[in-house]
Nanobody
Framework: QAHLVESGGGSVEAGQSLTLSCKAPRMITSTFNPATMAWYRQAPGKERELVATITGGRDTNYTDPVKGRFTIPRDNARKTVYLQMNSLKSDDTAVYYC????????WGQGTRVTVSS
């Protein structure tokens, strides 16, 4: 069983929305709940970059290009973190991954988001 399972990607037009999900089935609840979880993305030909984080206390932080458009809620009962993406732009095209902020877990396969303008 994978440590992290991302889903929800797809191909959309600019201005549309998508919600990504990340499940952490192998994390026990007592470890998941206080963990700062994060979404990252890797665009073609670019380095993987941090997009958003959420602490165990649900404090959130976002990289400037997505502020006001993306949100990162979490559901501790489901050991799941989401990335709600609105007003998508072509620059958001990338493979999206989740992990702990410290990147401690093995990476999942990611979920691809393609935004056409």
């Amino acid at each position: 069983q994978a440590h992290l399972v991302e889903s929800g990607g797809g191909s959309v037009e600019a201005g549309q929305s998508l919600t990504l999900s990340c499940k952490a089935p192998r994390m026990i609840t007592s470890t998941f709940n206080p963990a700062t979880m994060a979404w990252y993305r890797q665009a073609p030909g670019k380095e993987r970059e941090l997009v958003a984080t959420i602490t165990g206390g649900r404090d959130t932080n976002y990289t400037d290009p997505v502020k006001g458009r993306f949100t990162i809620p979490r559901d501790n009962a489901r050991k799941t973190v989401y990335l709600q993406m609105n007003s998508l732009k072509s620059d958001d095209t990338a493979v999206y991954y989740c992990n702990r902020e410290d990147r401690e877990l093995p990476w999942g396969q990611g979920t691809r988001v393609t935004v056409s303008s």
